[in-house]
């Protein structure tokens, strides 16, 4: 490694390491897939356009999970994110999203108050707690699972509550774009 690439490094550690990324744990990102379906496959949001819109990212997030649902990997989908834009939160528009996309909306629950990675992981784990859901199937895209996994997971193992079963499995983008179903950065939003 060369001295300016490990300059880089350290400063980015640094820098990482001075904003308290707890979170910011490696995890291994391929798809952790649990042997029968999971009780809920879970979307975490991203950030909506101005007007109210899915960017590409959350777009192929949902068509991913609605993928999965179709091929009997959980029995339905908790999109969690609120962060409204325009009168619409994440959870609202990834709903939409997934209908249109072919889910039933009866297998599709919200959960609209979420603004952080933290409360996706937290707000889930209550509601799953609370419907007596056992099983969870996050997915995401790769760059968010880094960070998203060991929030999850110490969401999903609090001291006190029943510990909940994890698996994860990022966008696949050549199934997508195989099936038609892949959104592309610049392609109108929805």
Known sequence: MSA???AGFALASALLGGLGCRY????GQEARTPPTPTDVLVVPGIRLTDDGRASYVL???????????QEGRGRRIVVTGGNPK?????AARMM??????????DEVIAEPFATTTVENATNTAALMRAFGWRSALVVTDRVHLGYAIPVFRDAF????????????????YELLKARGLMRLP???AR
């Open 4 to 6: 300016r690439a490990c």
């Open 24 to 27: 910011y744990r490696w995890e």
């Open 59 to 69: 777009h192929n997030r949902i068509a991913m999970a609605v993928h999965l649902l």
């Open 86 to 90: 325009a009168g619409v939160t994440e």
């Open 96 to 105: 939409a999203l997934a209908v249109e996309l072919g889910a039933d909306p």
């Open 157 to 172: 193992t609090a001291p006190g509550a029943p510990a909940l079963e994890l698996y994860w499995a990022p966008v696949d």
């Open 186 to 188: 610049g392609d109108p």
